[in-house]
C-alpha cells in the first residue's frame, strides 16, 4: 500500500483518528437515542418533536457518514459496531426507559452539550497536538450543528417568554390573595 503523504506524521494521523472515533461513536448513539425517542414520543408535543427529531436524525446520519469518511481519508478505519460504539462512547444509554417528552428532550440537550464540549477539546487536540487544521476545521463545523440542534431542544423546554428587543420579559410570579 502506498503511504500516505499529506503533511502529518503516521502518529499525528492516528492520534487524530483516535478523537475521530470517540466523535463518531457518541453520534452513533445519539442518532440511536434520537431515532428510539422519534419513535416512542407521546403527548400534546407529539407532532413537533417528532418531525424535529426526524430532521435531527437525518442531519446526524449525514455527519456519521462524513466522520467515517474522514477517519477513511486520513488513512483509517472507522469504528463500525455497536460494541466498538458503547466501548468508546462519553453518552450514556438509558435502556429499557421510555421518559416523558420533556425529559427525552432534556436527555438529548445533555447528549449534545456533552458532544460540544469533546468537540471543543478535540478541536484544540487537532491545532495543538497533531497539527491538523483541516480536521480541526472539519470538527468545527460538526460543533456548530450539535449547537443549533441543542439551542432547538433546549427552547423547547425553557419556555420563557421574550420582549421584542430580545430581553427576558420579566414575569409576574405573585400569586392572587386566597389562591
Avoid at 445519539?30 to 426526524?54: A, C, M, S
Avoid at 497533531?130 to 433546549?154: I, K, N, Q, V, Y
Wanted: charge should be negative; hydrophobic fraction near 35%.
Amino acid at each position: 500500500m502506498r503511504r500516505i503523504n499529506i503533511g502529518l506524521t503516521d502518529e499525528q494521523r492516528q492520534g487524530v483518528i483516535e478523537l475521530l472515533n470517540h466523535d463518531l461513536a457518541d453520534a452513533y448513539l445519539l442518532l440511536v437515542k434520537t431515532k428510539k425517542y422519534h419513535w416512542d414520543v407521546i403527548g400534546p408535543e407529539f407532532r413537533t418533536l417528532h418531525t424535529l427529531w426526524e430532521e435531527h436524525y437525518q442531519t446526524l446520519t449525514e455527519n456519521i457518514d462524513s466522520i467515517a469518511e474522514r477517519v477513511r481519508a486520513l488513512g483509517g478505519y472507522p469504528v463500525g459496531t455497536m460494541e466498538g460504539f458503547l466501548k468508546i462512547t462519553s453518552l450514556k444509554e438509558h435502556p429499557n426507559d421510555i421518559p416523558l417528552a420533556t425529559q427525552m428532550v432534556e436527555r438529548l440537550v445533555e447528549d449534545h452539550e456533552q458532544i460540544i464540549r469533546n468537540l471543543r477539546e478535540h478541536i484544540d487536540n487537532c491545532s495543538d497536538d497533531f497539527h491538523d487544521e483541516g480536521t480541526a476545521d472539519f470538527l468545527t463545523g460538526l460543533m456548530e450543528g450539535h449547537e443549533e440542534m441543542a439551542w432547538m431542544l433546549r427552547s423547547f423546554i425553557e419556555g420563557q417568554p421574550v420582549q421584542p428587543n430580545g430581553k427576558q420579559a420579566q414575569v409576574d410570579s405573585r400569586t392572587a390573595v386566597g389562591v
